[in-house]
């Protein structure tokens, strides 16, 4: 089985700072790995994904995470953040072979003026 | 492209009714899997359906259940409802299982 865990429940930063959301994982079987985003009221949105290949990994909206094997790590950074970039996020991993995704229990990232 | 659509958006209801909740995927996508998010637990995945047969399934009770149709569109029913089960819902296709999964907007359960 899967499982993941977010070391922070809640991330206060000024806007134009920068970020690290923290997520590690442990799994038995090999998985992707996957941040999403939730803004309030609506679904997730994929922000990025690692399948394979280069261990780092640059998505939308400026944000990028680093796979790190043998720390079972996939921390998601941002260089400067916005006042948008205020929401939940949440680390993910799903095994090869099927849909079973497991989530971390998410991150609220807040950004001050 | 239309996205994930999820209806109803709202829904209300009371302690031991059932309640059926739809999901309509992205055109072409095979997989829907559903999970269930609340303050208390987080996200959780529910089931999977593929080709109308349900491929996963966490670990939900019984009165948790789906199915999916020659279309892909998917239901999830929930029967005997309990206040526990008010939560966000919220359904996810993809084209199978080796691809990213794009969710819909939920559908936000209250239990009174």
């Known amino acids: 089985a899967q499982s993941v865990t977010q070391l922070d429940s809640q991330v206060p930063v000024f806007e134009e700072a920068p970020v690290e959301l923290r997520c590690n994982y442990s799994?038995?079987?090999?998985?992707?790995l996957f941040w999403y985003v939730q803004y309030p009221n609506q679904g997730l949105q994929l922000l990025l994904k690692?399948?394979?290949?280069?261990?780092l990994v640059k998505g939308i909206n400026g944000f990028e995470a680093e796979f790190n094997k043998s720390q079972t790590s996939f921390h998601l950074r941002k260089p400067s953040v916005h006042i948008s970039d205020t929401a939940e996020y949440f680390c993910a991993v799903e095994p090869y072979n099927n849909n079973d995704m497991r989530f971390g229990a998410g991150t609220r990232l807040t950004v001050k003026p | 492209k239309a996205g994930v659509t999820q209806t109803p958006r709202y829904l209300i209801k009371t302690r031991g009714q059932q309640v059926t909740l739809s999901c309509s995927p992205i055109?072409?996508?095979?997989?829907v899997s559903w999970y269930q998010q609340t303050p208390g637990q987080g996200l959780q995945f529910l089931f999977e359906y593929f080709s109308e047969t349900q491929r996963n399934k966490g670990n939900f009770p019984g009165r948790f259940s789906g199915r999916q149709f020659s279309n892909s569109r998917s239901e999830m029913n929930v029967s005997t409802l309990e206040l526990g089960d008010s939560a966000l819902y919220l359904c996810?296709?993809?084209?199978?299982?080796?691809?990213?999964?794009?969710f819909g907007p939920g559908t936000r359960l209250t239990v009174l």
């Open positions: 996810a296709s993809s084209p199978d299982a080796l691809n990213e999964q794009f």
């Open positions: 690692y399948l394979s290949g280069s261990t």
């Open positions: 055109s072409g996508h095979r997989s």
């Open positions: 799994s038995s079987v090999s998985v992707y």
